[in-house]
C-alpha cells in the first residue's frame, strides 16, 4: 500500500465494500481507454472506470469546458439562467426522441429515477410503480425501492408501492421458455401484474433499456414494444432507466431507441458528462412537463444544473458527436460480438453465454455448460482460491480493468476505443481465461 492510499483508507470510506476488503483503482492520470496507476503500471479500461467514462479518459476539451466555466461562473442558483445551462437544454433535446425535450437536471443516476419517480406520481395521480427483479436504479431511497438487486436488501423496507416484474433473460428464462416460441412472455407478464395490482393505481413502469450490472440482458427484439403497447394500453408511463445504456454505450443515443419505441421519460447519468463532474437528468414528454407550466414542480436541490457539471455534459456531447463516438460504438460493438462469441466457443466448458450490445457485452461464467449452474451463485462472493477469484487476479495481471460481477464478466470501454485495442483486451481476456480454465 502506498503513502496516498494509506492516508485515504484512514479517513475516507470505501463504498459498497467492507473497507478492509475493498481493492480500490489507484489511478492517476488516463488517456482514452487506457490509464495508469501511482507505479506507473498502464491498465485498460475496459469498465469505463464505473461504465461512465464514455468518451474515454484525459479528454481535454472537457477538461477545458470544466476550467473555463469554473472562472468564468462556478456557483449559481438552482434556478439562475446562463448561457450553458441552455445550450445544454438544447444539446440534449437533440439527440432525445423527438417530443421529449424538457429535462429535469440533478446530481446522479439515482436522483434522476427519484425525481422520475415523482413526477410520474404528480402527472398520473397514481402511486404504484413497476420495476424489473433484475436491475439497478441507484442507492437513494426511492431508487434503491425499485431496484430489485440484492444492493437494495441493506435498505430494506423499501418505500411501499413497487410491484416486481420477471425479467426479458433469454439464457434462464423465468418461465422455462425459449425464444421465439415463447411469445414473449416476459412482456405478457407486465400485463398479469397490472392486472393483479390495479391498472389505475400503477404510475410507471420502469426498465433499463438494457439491464446494466444484473448481466446485459439484451432484451428480443419484440419485448420494448409490447411493453409500449401494454403501458399505452393503461395508461401508464413508460420510463427508460438511461443511466447506464445512454450516450452512446449500446450504439445508439439511447438503447431504447433500438427498438424505436419512445419512452414517457427517460432517466439519465453517467455518460451524459462521461464521469468528469456529476450529472443527471429526467427527460420529460413535453405534453406532461406542461402539467408543470402552472402546476408547482416539487422537485429540487441546492447543486440543480451546477455551472461546472453542465458545462462537462455540453463538452461531453458535443466530443462525442465531432468523433462520432456513438457510430464507433456501433461500429466496435460488431467487433465485440465477434469476440465475445469466439471467447464463447473457444471455452465452451466456462462460457454459458455471450451477449452484447453495442460496446456492452457480458461472458455468462458457468460450472458445466449443461446444466448451466452458474461459476459464482446470485449475489456471492469469491472465496481465495476459487476459480472466480483466480480469474479476477489473472485479469488484474494483464492490467485489466474490468468488471467480474457474480458470475458476470462485463465489457464495457470507453467509446474512442480503437480495433486494435478492443481486440488485444479480448485477447487479454482470452489467456485469463485460459490461465484458470483450459
Ligand atoms: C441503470 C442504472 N440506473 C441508475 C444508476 C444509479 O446511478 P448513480 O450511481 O449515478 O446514482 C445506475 C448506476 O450504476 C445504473 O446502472
Request: charged fraction near 20%; proline fraction near 6%.
Amino acid at each position: 500500500m502506498n503513502d496516498i492510499e494509506a492516508r485515504q483508507r484512514k479517513h475516507i470510506l470505501f463504498t459498497w465494500s467492507a473497507q478492509n476488503a475493498a481493492a480500490p483503482v489507484r489511478i492517476r492520470r488516463g488517456e482514452g481507454i487506457w490509464f495508469e496507476d501511482f507505479d506507473g503500471r498502464r491498465w485498460m479500461d475496459f469498465e469505463s472506470q464505473v461504465f461512465n467514462c464514455n468518451a474515454g479518459h484525459g479528454q481535454k476539451a472537457i477538461g477545458e469546458a470544466i476550467a473555463a466555466q469554473a472562472m468564468e461562473l462556478a456557483c449559481a442558483h438552482p434556478n439562475a439562467v446562463f448561457e450553458a445551462k441552455a445550450a445544454l437544454g438544447e444539446r440534449l433535446a437533440a439527440v432525445t426522441p423527438p417530443g421529449l425535450d424538457r429535462f429535469f437536471l440533478c446530481l446522479s443516476g439515482a436522483e434522476a429515477n427519484e425525481n422520475a419517480l415523482k413526477i410520474a406520481r404528480a402527472v398520473t395521480g397514481r402511486s404504484k410503480v413497476v420495476a424489473r427483479r433484475r436491475s439497478y436504479h441507484g442507492a437513494s431511497m426511492g431508487a434503491s425501492s425499485l431496484t430489485g438487486d440484492p444492493r437494495r436488501w441493506p435498505a430494506e423496507p423499501d418505500l411501499w408501492g413497487v410491484q416486481r416484474i420477471e425479467d426479458p433473460y433469454c439464457y434462464r428464462c423465468p418461465f422455462g421458455q425459449t425464444h421465439p416460441a415463447c411469445g414473449v412472455r416476459c412482456a405478457e407478464h407486465l400485463e398479469h401484474v397490472i392486472q393483479m395490482e390495479g391498472p389505475d393505481r400503477i404510475a410507471a413502469v420502469f426498465l433499463e433499456g438494457v439491464t446494466g450490472a444484473n448481466g446485459a440482458l439484451v432484451p428480443p427484439p419484440e419485448y420494448w414494444p409490447r411493453m409500449r403497447e401494454i403501458c399505452d394500453r393503461f395508461g401508464i408511463l413508460l420510463v427508460a432507466d438511461e443511466v447506464f445504456t445512454g450516450f452512446g454505450r449500446t450504439g445508439r443515443w439511447f438503447a431504447h431507441q433500438h427498438w424505436g419505441v419512445v419512452p414517457d421519460l427517460i432517466t439519465m447519468g453517467k455518460g451524459i458528462t462521461s464521469g468528469y463532474a456529476p450529472l443527471g437528468a429526467v427527460a420529460i414528454r413535453h405534453d406532461l412537463a406542461a402539467k408543470f407550466d402552472e402546476k408547482v414542480l416539487s422537485c429540487g436541490l441546492t447543486h440543480y444544473a451546477h455551472p461546472i457539471s453542465v458545462a462537462a455534459a455540453v463538452a461531453t456531447i458535443d466530443l462525442y458527436h465531432r468523433t462520432d463516438m456513438v457510430g464507433n460504438a456501433a461500429r466496435m460493438g460488431e467487433v465485440l460480438k465477434a469476440g465475445l462469441k469466439h471467447l464463447a466457443a473457444k471455452h465452451p466448458g466456462v462460457v454459458g453465454d455471450a451477449r452484447s450490445l453495442g460496446l456492452f457485452g457480458a461472458l455468462e461464467l458457468v460450472r458445466d455448460p449443461a446444466t448451466r449452474e452458474p461459476l459464482v451463485p446470485y449475489n456471492g462472493g469469491f472465496p481465495a482460491g476459487s476459480p472466480a477469484a483466480r480469474l479476477k487476479a489473472a485479469l488484474s495481471a494483464r492490467g485489466l480493468h474490468i468488471l467480474l460481477r457474480w458470475n458476470y464478466l462485463f465489457v464495457a470501454p470507453p467509446l474512442c476505443i480503437t480495433e486494435d485495442e478492443l481486440n488485444l483486451g479480448l485477447a487479454r481476456v482470452d489467456e485469463a481465461l485460459t490461465e484458470v480454465f483450459a
